[in-house]
């Protein structure tokens, strides 16, 4: 199990690495009222632009990476199975049996969790505006 867990969060780590040209292309078709809506709007208007901008081609990257990452130790062996038989107690949240899938978006939200965090930081914290950029931009709000 420990293996698995450690082999699974390198096969994450190692897709968010596809993330950066993503988020990159995103940022730089943002129109004015995308930017503005993030400006003065939730707390999290960054995170939720990203994630709607981008979490398609961020599945399409990170599914080959967690699924070779899987292949590695065998783990979609007999997680079908075990999901099945779990989804049929009443009561309980059903889990997708698709480890390749579940384990893609559980990655995809770990990576959204952390920029919703930083994102949060950024706007609370006057000392984590580390850019000019983000310096002008929130001094201008004010």
């Not at 040209?21 to 940022?27: C, E, G, K, L, S």
């Not at 400006?39 to 901008?53: F, H, N, V």
């Amino acid at each position: 199990v420990d293996r698995f867990i450690m082999t699974l969060n390198r096969g994450a780590e190692e897709a968010a690495k596809e993330a950066k040209p993503i988020f990159i292309a995103a940022i730089k078709s943002m129109t004015i009222q995308d930017a503005w809506g993030i400006l003065k709007g939730e707390s999290d208007a960054a995170t939720q632009y990203l994630k709607r901008t981008t979490s398609n081609h961020l599945r399409e990257k990170f599914k080959p990476v967690i699924k070779d990452a899987l292949s590695k130790v065998n783990a979609t062996k007999y997680y079908g199975d075990i999901v099945n038989t779990y989804n049929q107690i009443p009561f309980v949240q059903d889990v997708n049996p698709n480890l390749d899938d579940y384990a893609t978006e559980k990655a995809m939200d770990g990576l959204f969790l952390l920029i919703s965090e930083e994102e949060k930081k950024i706007r609370e914290d006057p000392l984590a505006r580390t850019t000019d950029l983000l310096k002008r931009v929130f001094r201008a709000q004010n």
